[in-house]
């Protein structure tokens, strides 16, 4: 459907430009021109739809900014220059470049609702991240925190504690004590150093499901997500919305093993293939080990053969050490 649709637009200029032209004599420069600015037309679309929004606005706002300041440069020195014309028209066009290169520039951080809160007087925040149910039952968002490695300010919308405090209160003994150590982490979060956490009534009553809320909310108030929740990660960046997922994070300060390396590991069990075995190391990385069916219930070095890094986590290949 796009694309007949950019191809009527297309034709559409083609034949202004025939008929704007040709009756100067040029039958085939009018759709040649027509054709050309057809093209800018069409292909601006794919521009655009990668501009974030906050280039647009801080683009706007400089290039405003920069013509207003060029006139109250040029207004006092009017009735000292004879032909002012050309220095006005040459200051403004100088003045509005930089000021729109500067707001372009500098506009990532700017939304459609950080502006409505600026002239509301509410002021612009920067740095905002929401956090999820299962970040916070998670608990580990706490440790990353007191590490220093966070900061800024931490979102909770109304939605999200609703959704906790019901875990909490369910009937179910397993359920009931996630809920409660989710409460007692966001409670230890508010107390750290650097963090301010702020419960908002921000709700979209449209939107039934939780994620989906969670990503219109990132995308009105341009913040980061944060989750350990896979489907939430890739619809969020389906959405353009940044996220910072726990479990990557995890994964990603794992310690490095190339192959070759001599590890000391303990084989808990058998593989799926056949004469395998399976250990893990401290940090829960699968090890498997190849010929390990015996050495079960053993502790046995292993040289690594390979590494595997998956969503799911990393996987390391190994054979018992003969040397």
Same mark, same amino acid.
């Given at each position: 459907?796009?694309?007949?649709?950019?191809?009527?637009?297309?034709?559409?200029?083609?034949?202004?430009?025939?008929?704007?032209?040709?009756?100067?004599?040029?039958?085939?420069?009018?759709?040649?021109?027509?054709?050309?600015?057809?093209?800018?037309?069409?292909?601006?679309?794919?521009?655009?739809?990668?501009?974030?929004?906050?280039?647009?606005?801080?683009?706007?706002?400089?290039?405003?900014?920069?013509?207003?300041?060029?006139?109250?440069?040029?207004?006092?020195?009017?009735?000292?220059?004879?032909?002012?014309?050309?220095?006005?028209?040459?200051?403004?066009?100088?003045?509005?470049?930089?000021?729109?290169?500067?707001?372009?520039?500098?506009?990532?951080?700017?939304?459609?609702?950080?502006?409505?809160?600026?002239? #509301? +007087?509410?002021?612009?925040?920067?740095? /905002?991240?929401?956090?999820?149910?299962? $970040?916070? =039952?998670?608990?580990? %968002?706490? @440790?990353?925190?007191?590490?220093?490695?966070?900061?800024?300010?931490?979102?909770?919308?109304?939605?999200?504690?609703?959704?906790?405090?019901?875990?909490?209160?369910?009937?179910?003994?397993?359920?009931?004590? #996630? +809920?409660?150590?989710?409460?007692?982490? /966001?409670?230890?979060?508010?107390?750290? $150093?650097? =963090?301010?956490?702020? %419960?908002? @009534?921000?709700?979209?009553?449209?939107?039934?499901?939780?994620?989906?809320?969670?990503?219109?909310?990132?995308?009105?108030?341009?913040?980061?997500?944060?989750?350990?929740?896979?489907?939430?990660?890739?619809?969020?960046?389906?959405?353009?919305?940044?996220? /910072?997922?726990?479990?990557?994070?995890?994964?990603?300060?794992?310690?490095?093993?190339?192959?070759?390396?001599?590890?000391?590991?303990?084989?808990?069990?058998?593989?799926?293939?056949?004469?395998?075995?399976?250990?893990?190391?401290?940090?829960?990385?699968?090890?498997?080990?190849?010929?390990?069916?015996?050495?079960?219930?053993?502790?046995?070095?292993?040289?690594?053969?390979?590494?595997?890094?998956?969503?799911?986590?990393?996987?390391?290949?190994?054979?018992?050490?003969?040397?």
């Amino acid at each position: 459907m796009m694309n007949l649709l950019r191809l009527f637009v297309f034709g559409v200029f083609v034949l202004s430009g025939y008929v704007l032209i040709n009756p100067y004599g040029y039958a085939y420069e009018g759709p040649a021109i027509g054709a050309m600015a057809g093209i800018l037309v069409v292909g601006s679309e794919y521009f655009f739809r990668k501009l974030r929004m906050g280039k647009i606005i801080g683009g706007l706002t400089g290039l405003f900014i920069g013509v207003v300041l060029a006139k109250l440069i040029i207004y006092p020195l009017r009735s000292l220059i004879e032909d002012h014309r050309l220095i006005t028209t040459a200051v403004e066009a100088v003045s509005a470049y930089i000021g729109l290169l500067i707001g372009f520039t500098r506009g990532d951080n700017l939304s459609i609702a950080g502006t409505v809160r600026l002239f #509301r +007087g509410q002021g612009v925040e920067e740095n /905002l991240k929401i956090l999820d149910t299962s $970040s916070i =039952i998670d608990g580990r %968002i706490a @440790d990353v925190c007191d590490t220093g490695f966070l900061d800024g300010v931490f979102i909770v919308p109304q939605f999200i504690l609703q959704e906790l405090q019901h875990i909490a209160d369910s009937s179910d003994s397993m359920k009931r004590s #996630r +809920g409660r150590r989710g409460l007692d982490v /966001l409670h230890r979060v508010q107390k750290l $150093s650097g =963090i301010t956490v702020k %419960i908002i @009534d921000e709700d979209f009553p449209k939107i039934k499901e939780v994620d989906s809320k969670l990503v219109a909310l990132g995308k009105l108030m341009n913040a980061k997500i944060i989750t350990n929740d896979f489907n939430l990660n890739k619809v969020a960046q389906l959405h353009d919305v940044p996220v /910072l997922n726990i479990n990557e994070l995890a994964n990603a300060l794992k310690p490095v093993v190339l192959p070759g390396e001599l590890m000391k590991v303990f084989i808990i069990k058998e593989g799926k293939e056949s004469n395998q075995g399976v250990a893990y190391t401290e940090d829960g990385t699968m090890v498997v080990v190849e010929n390990a069916r015996k050495l079960i219930g053993k502790n046995v070095d292993v040289a690594v053969t390979s590494v595997l890094q998956t969503t799911a986590g990393r996987m390391i290949f190994s054979k018992p050490n003969t040397e």
